[in-house]
């Protein structure tokens, strides 16, 4: 299993990239080598690397960026390993035990033990020294959010290298997503390293710059 090590000396915690399951999700593990803490985001299929690369630490949360299938498969497992909370905004709250929302009712049906926090979006969340601003960023689905600490931002399903979410599964929408992306993601400085649910990291700066998504005119007009 490919394993990226993201790290700088500046950086407050590490972070490792694993890539999933059956679409390859991106699960990352945030490592607070001080006060050996672990903070999980996202949860795909087949999670047993990530819960490898936290051995020593304490698991303190699992942080869902939205509950699609290919993010929360293996939460089951994280949970009864851990026993870590669960954080994921309400509105996808009740997604996680129902496989119709969750997209996986003609795969293997994923029933996902239930979060024990809900986030609205706005809240500053801090596990030892990792810290997060947690922002609404709805489209690819109505829940979306995505985590931002010093440097980065986990955005799931929202910005990708060269793409964006795909918006024409149930409770996507387009305009949307492209709003959230202008509003929460493009107004991070451009050096900002952007970890995606899938595929490699890029930089905001790049994704301003040549994202054919984001070209004059694809994004909705300022306020």
Same mark, same amino acid.
């Not at 006060?35 to 020593?56: C, I, S, T, W």
């Not at 829940?143 to 599964?169: C, E, K």
């Not at 149930?170 to 995606?196: A, H, K, M, N, Q």
């Given at each position: 299993m490919q394993e990226a090590l993201q790290r700088s000396r500046k950086d407050p915690f590490r972070i490792r990239a694993y890539p999933l399951g059956p679409v390859q999700a991106n699960g990352y593990v945030l490592l607070d080598d001080v006060h050996r803490l672990a903070v999980f985001v996202d949860a795909p299929h087949d999670p047993e690397p990530m819960l490898r690369a936290a051995e020593g630490y304490r698991v303190a949360a699992v942080l869902l960026t939205h509950a699609h299938f290919d993010h929360i498969g293996g939460l089951r497992?994280?949970?009864?390993?851990t026993g870590a909370p669960v954080w994921i905004h309400r509105n996808e709250a009740y997604w996680l035990g129902d496989p119709e929302r969750n997209l996986s009712v003609w795969l293997e049906p994923v029933v996902a033990p239930p979060a024990d926090h809900l986030l609205d979006g706005g809240e500053r969340l801090a596990f030892g020294g990792i810290e997060l601003e947690v922002r609404f960023a709805p489209g690819h689905s109505p829940g979306h959010v995505v985590y931002v600490g010093p440097g980065v $931002? +986990?955005?799931?399903?929202?910005?990708?290298a060269g793409s964006i979410g795909r918006t024409d599964l149930p409770g996507g929408d387009l305009p949307t997503l492209?709003?959230?992306?202008?509003r929460e993601l493009l107004t991070?400085?451009?050096?900002?390293? $952007? +970890?995606p649910g899938h595929g490699p990291e890029t930089r905001i700066a790049t994704e301003r710059a040549s994202n054919p998504f984001l070209r004059e005119g694809a994004l909705p007009a300022e306020p």
């Amino acid at each position: 299993m490919q394993e990226a090590l993201q790290r700088s000396r500046k950086d407050p915690f590490r972070i490792r990239a694993y890539p999933l399951g059956p679409v390859q999700a991106n699960g990352y593990v945030l490592l607070d080598d001080v006060h050996r803490l672990a903070v999980f985001v996202d949860a795909p299929h087949d999670p047993e690397p990530m819960l490898r690369a936290a051995e020593g630490y304490r698991v303190a949360a699992v942080l869902l960026t939205h509950a699609h299938f290919d993010h929360i498969g293996g939460l089951r497992t994280i949970k009864q390993a851990t026993g870590a909370p669960v954080w994921i905004h309400r509105n996808e709250a009740y997604w996680l035990g129902d496989p119709e929302r969750n997209l996986s009712v003609w795969l293997e049906p994923v029933v996902a033990p239930p979060a024990d926090h809900l986030l609205d979006g706005g809240e500053r969340l801090a596990f030892g020294g990792i810290e997060l601003e947690v922002r609404f960023a709805p489209g690819h689905s109505p829940g979306h959010v995505v985590y931002v600490g010093p440097g980065v $931002v +986990l955005a799931g399903d929202t910005l990708f290298a060269g793409s964006i979410g795909r918006t024409d599964l149930p409770g996507g929408d387009l305009p949307t997503l492209l709003e959230s992306i202008r509003r929460e993601l493009l107004t991070l400085p451009g050096e900002t390293r $952007v +970890l995606p649910g899938h595929g490699p990291e890029t930089r905001i700066a790049t994704e301003r710059a040549s994202n054919p998504f984001l070209r004059e005119g694809a994004l909705p007009a300022e306020p």
